[in-house]
């Protein structure tokens, strides 16, 4: 069986940075001084020559602090006015973010070096002002337009070794400081937009630092800031995509951390907008690490399945994510499956699986409901799919045949609604082709898959199970059913047939035949 889809991938920065501090708390003198440099040194026009006045100005004022600081490393006076002045060229290097076409040439004059050894400052109010300043310069709004320039600057901010200085000064800021609170979110946003530019910082950042070390520690805070959710909201987007990653968080006890992350909210709701969405993001970072086998195993022996199963249970907000979890956690992993069913999890879904599920604002949009029944399908057959005999079996199937098989006519319910929608798209792409568009039969079965085919095919997997367990009444209610609506048992084998010629082999050659050889016995069962 395919794996459930991922999460959705991540937004832009959706966190609130820290507020700034006031101007009581800021020095007074260090401002005037500011205010004075820079109506002294005023802005000209982007260009390359420009470019280049900045850079050897800026070059000049770091020259000049790394040898007051060689020179009086033990009277902070002597070297106190080349930090201001360092500082000041920093904030002016700022407008380079409206001239990203320059990237490469602040490349190439070695800036990007400077700025990215600045990183490692013994000032932490320089390195602050580094890490600010490439937060400026590779902003989504800035690049978006621009991607061969971002790309030299990243390339030269990675060589540089910028990714690995941006994470050691992680470690020495302080969250209870705000001017270092507000570093922190810079930080953070700096790393983000490295990967939005080049995607293989995901997997680097995690091999050649201690981000998830980082990060592990800031969730595991029990208290709620912008830059927990910020923490939350990185690790989703390293986690996504990446199975090294998923493997190595889950071998730092990162399965555990994040069930006891989401434990905080099994029985409340999150009290506001930013912390509803930090659960969310608790809940994106689990399901990406159930995708390795051996994530999977860790979460039944952490008893993730009876976690989830009493979040659903306490009908909180996390209500539907607890089922994404689930929905992941039994996909293709037996354990979890006898699991669920051992700790009662039928008694828990089957009520959802019938429409009752709890109320909320998040229950009133169509399409979340909507989510909930695939995620429910998908979770079914997974049991199905699991559990092959026994007891565990047997209670399964039993449920399909209590209360006048009630829940054989909802899975009709749901099997005609979807097989109603995929007919539609069907008929669209067909038009198309009629038209004159070109459309591969590829392209047309992924579209269908989008419009309810693989929640199509699950349902029909699941009446396939039911089938050839042979029961009468469930078979005479199936065959009841599809006469209602003017189907037949071969509008049920087309579908299991469509999804047996699409089984890819994603998971090698044998699970390949595998798959397709327990779908065709549902095929012929259905003759």
Not at 376 to 386: P, Q, V
């Amino acid at each position: 069986m395919e794996l459930p889809p991922l999460p959705t991938k991540r937004k832009r920065a959706s966190a609130s940075p820290p507020p700034l501090p006031s101007v009581d708390t800021v020095d007074l003198s260090l401002l005037e001084a500011l205010e004075q440099a820079q109506q002294h040194n005023p802005v000209e026009t982007l260009d390359l020559k420009t470019l280049k006045k900045l850079a050897l100005s800026f070059e000049r004022r770091l020259n000049s602090n790394t040898a007051a600081r060689l020179k009086y490393p033990d009277q902070p006076e002597k070297f106190a006015d080349s930090e201001i002045e360092l500082h000041d060229e920093l904030q002016k290097l700022k407008i380079l973010a409206a001239a990203p076409e320059l990237y490469p040439d602040l490349v190439s004059l070695g800036t990007v070096n400077s700025i990215s050894a600045l990183l490692n400052h013994d000032n932490t109010d320089i390195a602050i002002d580094a890490v600010s300043l490439l937060q400026d310069l590779t902003d989504a709004d800035v690049i978006e337009d621009n991607d061969e320039p971002a790309q030299v600057l990243v390339d030269a901010l990675v060589e540089n070794n910028a990714v690995e200085l941006l994470v050691q000064n992680l470690a020495r800021l302080n969250d209870s400081d705000l001017d270092e609170s507000s570093a922190i979110y810079s930080t953070l946003s700096t790393i983000e937009n490295l990967i939005e530019v080049k995607p293989s910082v995901t997997e680097l950042v995690c091999e050649k630092t201690k981000l998830l070390k980082w990060l592990q520690a800031r969730i595991k805070v029990r208290e709620f800031d912008s830059n927990k959710q910020y923490a939350s909201e990185i690790l989703a987007i390293l986690l996504q995509n990446s199975a090294a990653n998923q493997k190595r968080f889950g071998g730092m006890n990162g399965v555990d951390t994040l069930l006891q992350a989401v434990a905080m909210y099994k029985s409340k709701d999150p009290k506001m907008e930013d912390e509803e969405e930090m659960v969310e993001n608790f809940f994106d970072c689990l399901c990406c690490l159930l995708m390795p086998l051996e994530n999977k195993e860790r979460f039944v022996k952490a008893e993730g399945v009876e976690l989830m199963i009493i979040i659903m249970n306490q009908k909180k907000s996390c209500y539907g994510s607890a089922i994404r979890a689930l929905d992941f956690a039994l996909t293709n992993y037996p354990p979890a499956c006898e699991r669920f069913i051992d700790v009662m999890g039928l008694k828990t879904a089957f009520p959802a699986f019938m429409g009752k599920i709890p109320l909320n604002k998040k229950n009133k949009k169509k399409r979340y409901k909507e989510e909930l029944e695939e995620r429910l399908i998908s979770l079914i057959a997974s049991l199905f799919g699991g559990i092959l005999r026994g007891s565990r079996r047997e209670r399964l199937l039993s449920k399909f045949v209590e209360n006048e098989c009630e829940k054989v006519d909802r899975l009709m319910e749901l099997y005609t609604r979807y097989s109603n929608r995929v007919k539609e798209e069907t008929e669209r792409l067909n038009r198309l082709v009629l038209d004159d568009f070109e459309i591969s039969e590829e392209d047309k079965y992924n579209q269908k898959l989008d419009s309810g085919l693989y929640t199509l095919q699950l349902i029909a997997v699941i009446l396939g199970h039911l089938w050839t367990s042979e029961h009468p009444r469930m078979r005479a209610r199936i065959e009841l059913l599809l006469k209602q609506q003017k189907l037949t048992r071969k509008d049920v084998k087309d579908i299991l047939q469509e999804y047996h010629d699409f089984i890819g082999d994603l998971d090698g050659p044998e699970e390949k035949e595998r798959a397709q050889s327990k779908i065709q016995k549902f095929i012929a069962a259905f003759r």
